[in-house]
């Protein structure tokens, strides 16, 4: 079994700063991408940002400017620093991980249970 915990959501005000982490844990051969999509309320789920195994980037393009996603191999842990947060980006973030479970097997996708971001004006 792979297991996503997330910690870090909460309530801010607008213009404000919070840190979402997330810790995989269980059976891992080798974590690939790590990264945080979000989803609003009547809304699909959308891509905040991802980081891979050798440290490259991508983000969202409503986020990018204000958002930084950091790894720490080590911890086996994804960070996502939000900064300047609007009320746009009040949403359930959830963490995702590509992760190879043994040698033998292929990687699979696998999801935290979410934190919620209220972001108030």
């Known amino acids: 079994q792979v297991h996503l915990v997330e910690s870090g959501g909460g309530l801010v005000h607008a213009g404000g700063s919070l840190t979402l982490s997330c810790v995989v844990s269980?059976?891992?051969?080798?974590?690939?991408?790590m990264g945080w999509y979000r989803q609003a309320p009547g809304k699909q789920r959308e891509l905040v940002a991802v980081?891979?195994?050798?440290?490259?980037?991508n983000y969202g393009d409503s986020v990018k400017g204000r958002f930084t996603i950091s790894r720490d191999n080590a911890k086996k842990a994804a960070y996502l620093q939000m900064n300047s947060l609007k009320r746009e980006d009040t949403a359930v973030y959830y963490c995702?991980?590509?992760?190879?479970?043994?040698?033998?097997?292929?990687?699979?996708?696998?999801w935290g249970q979410g934190t919620q971001v209220t972001v108030s004006s």
């Open positions: 980081i891979s195994s050798d440290f490259s980037t």
């Open positions: 269980g059976r891992i051969f080798t974590i690939n991408d």
């Open positions: 995702y991980s590509k992760v190879v479970r043994t040698i033998l097997d292929n990687e699979g996708n696998y």
